[in-house]
């Protein structure tokens, strides 16, 4: 009988995933604590590569871009059917 009431305690002090947990205080002195080392702002003035994408297919030729395109997909192609034949 003991070893189940030990059991049963055990499992009352278990964590609780479900029950909300208050960290505001930690989570704003964290904020503050990045805010003092200026990171987002040094992140926000980084260039994004997204744009860094779009920029590079505005500065190549259409012809270069359809060349290339149609040209790795000739070769996943090949390679698809290389696959499949192999296996």
């Known amino acids: 009988m003991t070893r189940f ?3 049963a305690n055990l499992m009352e002090e278990a964590f ?7 960290n505001s205080e930690v989570l704003k002195s964290n904020l503050n604590e ?9 992140f926000k003035a980084t260039q994004d590569p997204i744009q860094y994408v779009f920029d590079s297919f505005d500065n190549t030729s259409l012809k270069t871009l359809a060349k290339d395109f149609v040209k790795e997909g000739f070769d996943d192609m090949v390679s698809f059917i290389t696959r499949i034949i192999n296996n």
Not at 17 to 22: A, E, G, Q, S, T
């Open 5 to 7: 009431q030990k059991r």
């Open 16 to 22: 609780n995933p479900f029950k909300p947990v208050d």
């Open 34 to 42: 990045i805010d003092s080392r200026s990171i987002r702002s040094t």
